[in-house]
Structures are given as C-alpha cells and as structure tokens.
C-alpha cells in the first residue's frame, strides 16, 4: 500500500506554479546547473565578435502588427517552450503568426511502447489543438522524426512559404541547441534563404533557446502571457509526462528577465540577425557537429 502526502505551493511572484529564489539567487543557481549551455553561448559570442550587434534590445510586438511571422518547430512544443510567449504577443499585437511544425515527434521516450501508427499521429494531434488554440497559424510537414534530414522537397517547401510569406521575422531554434534535429531544420532554412535573396530582404531571423542557451541581443517580456502560455503548454500531454515543461520554461524565462532587462520579470531570449548572415552561421555549426568525435 502506498500513502500520498500533497502539500499545496504557495504561487511565486507572477502567479505561477514554479518556487522562485530571488532574482540573484536564482540566477546564479540556474548558471550552476546549466553550466555547459553558458559556456556553449560565451564561448560562441566569443568567435563571433564583431559579426553582430550583441546589445540587448527589448522587442516590442506592437512593431510587427499586420506583419508576417513564421515559426519553425522542429518538434511539437518546440515553439511554446522556446517563443511561446513571444508568438502570443505577436498576435495579440496583430501579426500573422504561422508555425511550421517540421516532423511528426514520434521519438518522443513517452511514445516507445506504443504502435507506430499511433506515434506518427499523437503529437501533430496536439499540435493542432494547441495551434488552434493560440490562434496561430499552422503547417505539418509530418517528417519522420526518426530519419529527419534536410531534403530538396524540405527545402522547396520552405522556399516556397517564404516566397509567398515574405515573413518579417523567422524564429528558429538557436544553433547551439544540443538537439540535432534543430539543427536539421536550420539547415533546411539557411537552403532556402539562399535561393530566395530578395524574399529574406527586409527579414530578421530570431534564435530561441529551447535546451541551450543563446548570446541573446534580443529580449521579450513574456510575464502577461504566463498564464496562457503554461496552459498552452499543458495540452501537450505526450510530453509532459517526461519533463515539467511549465518548471522549466519558468525558470528559464525569470533568468533570462533577471540577466537581460534588470528586474524581476520573466522573458525570453534571442539571438537576432539579418536572413542574410543566418546561412553562414549555419554552415559553420555544422561543420563543428560533423568533426565534433
């Protein structure tokens, strides 16, 4: 026999479920913990100084109303876990908000004991909930996640939102990610910004962090959207029963507002650039990821 014993938290600062310490505190725990992903981001701002402006800028969304916007997710909840928040305000703020989500998240550890029709289909299942949900727009590539690759047809696919698109920002996972198929898809759009030098003009192309951590020099406030953005985030049950993806995004939101706007606050962070200078980037990470043992 088993016995339970709950006992109720008290709501942090922002209303939410997560024990925060204070700001200082709490930053210098989160850098402990996470130290391999701070040293991954200093040590990438270190060989790219000079190739890019790294002073932080607040975003305002109001800047982007009727604007397009497209979001790249390599799997489903990739993009509330890292510009969820973000994506919000953009609506709200009147954007278009589009979210290609590019494989099916079938390798998912809480699917492994199920068949494979029914894995190929369960997370894109959510991920249309949750898009409806938010008022986003939404595209599913459904590639098998088990063998996703930057393939012509991908590429082509992407070119072709662009071009129709011609989104002013492109939000897509930073490239220090530890995930290898976030780089994947980042490889599939720096293909595409290449064929399409007119179309990614005007375009700025944003790195969040889903598991790494990026050398921000754009920060967004995301306190207001808290609430909805953890509920968002509930829907995606298949993963949530591997990891509190509500923990993890509060923690690192109150970090990124502590460190990048100076207060008690929760953000998220990006790594912003011209479409232009995204290609090269690209190449470079994955030349490292092939020689890397």
């Not at 790249?72 to 928040?85: F, V, Y």
Request: proline content about 6%; overall charge negative; aromatic content about 8%.
């Amino acid at each position: 026999a088993w016995q339970v014993t709950a006992r109720a938290r008290e709501p942090n600062r922002f209303g939410g479920p997560v024990r925060l310490a204070a700001p200082d505190a709490h930053r210098a725990a989160f850098e402990r913990e996470h130290a391999r992903f701070v040293r991954d981001r200093d040590a990438w701002a270190a060989r790219h100084a000079g190739q890019y402006d790294p002073a932080p800028v607040a975003l305002d969304p109001a800047r982007f109303a009727d604007a397009r916007v497209l979001v790249l997710a390599p799997h489903p909840d990739d993009e509330l876990i890292g510009c969820g928040g973000l994506a919000l305000r953009l609506e709200d703020a009147g954007a278009r908000v589009t979210c290609i989500q590019a494989t099916d998240g079938s390798d998912s550890h809480a699917l492994k004991d199920r068949p494979e029709s029914e894995r190929r289909g369960v997370r894109v299942a959510e991920a249309c909930d949750i898009a409806a949900a938010a008022g986003f727009a939404a595209e599913f590539w459904n590639a098998d996640n088990h063998a996703f690759r930057p393939t012509a047809e991908l590429v082509e696919r992407l070119a072709r939102r662009i071009a129709d698109d011609r989104p002013r920002l492109i939000l897509t996972p930073f490239l220090t990610d530890i995930h290898p198929d976030h780089l994947t898809l980042n490889r599939i759009l720096a293909d595409a910004i290449e064929r399409l030098p007119d179309a990614v003009r005007d375009t700025e192309v944003l790195g969040y962090e889903v598991w790494s951590l990026a050398p921000a020099n754009r920060v967004c406030e995301v306190t207001g959207v808290r609430e909805r953005q953890e509920a968002l985030l509930r829907r995606y049950v298949t993963a949530m029963k591997v990891e509190d993806f509500v923990e993890f995004c509060e923690r690192r939101n109150f970090y990124e507002g502590c460190r990048m706007l100076g207060r008690p606050a929760l953000a998220e962070a990006f790594l912003a650039a011209p479409a232009a200078a995204w290609p090269g980037w690209v190449r470079e990470a994955a030349a490292v990821t092939s020689a890397a043992p």
